[in-house]
């Protein structure tokens, strides 16, 4: 299968090199889209330079920072445009080895989703405080069992998604970001019927760059997925109209 790996960049200067090359050792045969916000520090002509070294990447420059939802859904209409027929998201900082890829795709090949789980067996976050743990995995909890998702994982940004359940979920039409985007994509593919697989997978945090994550945007998650339980007894089948 034609395969892509959406990689949304903003000043990822350290890692964007690591990165491509570890990816382009361990999934030679994929294509990749760099997704960059317009990062001041370089990153998008870094990557554009060594597109001409590895081959086969390709760099979408975005005219500001508009988020990780956004970042995603720019890859996936490009994507589904050139006729891709599998979509991988990852983070650029090596928070997702890209080692554990090749595991994802082999899932992926009787999943329209697949998604990275630190929650099931087999799944670990090294270096992590209690408190962070408790916080992630209630959070993760509390959004499967509002929203009846049946994952354990709804947060993890580590996935692969099939271009029909792309269509099933009507990801165009996502507007929410970070954890939220992750949830939402999650609570979508659940209702249109997509098949959903959790792939254990090792978390680990960046050790180069800034986090892009904030507080906001784990309360925007939060929000959103009460609103969201909310309107479940009254939502209607056609996608799209869970927000």
Known sequence: MR?????????????????????????????????????????ADKAGALSLELGNIQVLRREQKSGLGGAYRAGFALGLADG??????????????????PALLEAANSSD???????VKGGKIPRWALSRRV?????????????????RD???????????SLEKIDYQTVSADGYGFQIEMTYRARRGGASIVEVPISFSDRTAGESKMSGNIVLEALVLVTKWALLRPFAKVTLGQSK
């Open 3 to 43: 395969t892509l790996v959406v990689l949304p960049t903003y000043n990822e200067i350290l890692n964007i090199e690591p990165m491509l090359r570890a990816l382009r050792s361990v999934v030679p045969e994929c294509h990749i889209l760099v997704v960059d916000d317009n990062s001041p520090d370089g990153t």
């Open 154 to 164: 709804s947060t993890a940004g580590y996935r692969v998604y099939s271009a029909s």
């Open 84 to 101: 891709y027929e599998r979509f991988v998201e990852i983070d650029c900082d090596f928070s997702h080895d890209p080692k554990a890829l």
């Open 113 to 119: 989703v697949v998604i990275g789980s630190r929650y």
């Open 135 to 151: 916080l992630s995995r209630g959070g993760n909890q509390y959004a499967s069992l509002m929203l009846g998702l049946q994952v």
